[in-house]
């Protein structure tokens, strides 16, 4: 009985000497601002949006999105979701295109995306972060509120 007492003991004073420390989960690569590179973006089939700032904000495994802008006709936009990784629809406000958006990891540095509108797919696309984490290009292809065919390449640069 002793024998065992002695190797409890030893293995809780080790314990409490040299915890275990577990590496801390690696930032997602998108938290933070980004700024839409206007020159660098193409808009298919245009007319390009005046600017764009995108913050992505993490609590746990939920993503806050905020895009704030100025679109073709100079009006402000803002549009807004809170969703996680797990490929489920949530709701997205803000966009005349869409009202929900489902997000799926795809590795570290990249996110497919589809948003619907009424239930129904409406776009899909990627985003990447390249460049060391200070680029991020969103492409996406699909059918605007106005039934357009959309094919968007947005290029967007951390700050």
């Not at 004073?13 to 997602?28: E, G, H, M, N, Y």
């Not at 913050?55 to 996680?84: C, H, M, R, S, W």
């Not at 009202?99 to 129904?120: C, H, N, P, W, Y």
């Not at 059918?143 to 968007?152: F, H, P, V």
Request: hydrophobic share 35%; net charge positive.
């Amino acid at each position: 009985m002793q024998p065992i007492f002695r190797m409890v003991t030893l293995g809780i004073v080790l314990a409490v000497a040299f915890p275990v420390r577990l590496p801390a989960q690696p930032a997602d690569p998108v938290s933070g601002t980004w700024e839409l590179n206007l020159a660098k973006s193409k808009f298919s089939p245009g007319p390009p949006l005046k600017s764009q700032t995108r913050t992505y904000e993490f609590a746990g495994p939920n993503v806050k999105y905020t895009a704030k802008g100025i679109d073709a006709e100079g009006k402000p936009t803002l549009v807004q979701y809170t969703a996680t990784y797990d490929g489920k629809d949530y709701p997205m406000t803000g966009s005349a295109d869409s009202d929900a958006i489902s997000l799926k990891r795809i590795d570290a540095v990249t996110v497919e995306f589809t948003q619907k509108k009424a239930g129904k797919v409406v776009i899909t696309g990627t985003r990447v972060i390249s460049d060391g984490g200070k680029v991020m290009t969103v492409t996406s292809k699909g059918t605007n509120a106005k039934g357009q065919m959309i094919n968007n390449v947005l290029v967007l640069e951390k700050r």
